[in-house]
């Protein structure tokens, strides 16, 4: 039974010093700086950005549209 435990020990510390031995090597990104973001995570620039006259027209559309939903469900919704 100490055999066993002996070995089963060995092949953990083996394996430990095999992996700490991997993340001593050179990282591939400290060549040419850091990675660009995949495309999704990329912040916008300002050109990118819509205006506030865009906005502006979208939101008086929507609250008209709020309106008319409002002004429908009162008289389904009584006592809600």
Do not use: F, Y
Not at 22 to 51: E, I, Y
């Amino acid at each position: 039974m100490r055999k066993i435990a002996m070995a089963a020990t060995l092949v953990i510390v083996m394996a430990g010093a095999g992996s700490a031995i991997a993340q001593t090597g050179t990282s591939s990104s400290s060549k040419g700086g850091p990675w660009p973001a995949p495309t999704g995570h990329r912040q916008p620039r300002l050109d990118q950005v819509p205006s506030d006259k865009d906005t502006s027209n979208a939101t008086e559309a929507m609250k008209r549209e709020d309106a008319a939903l409002d002004r429908k469900l009162k008289s389904i919704c009584r006592g809600c």
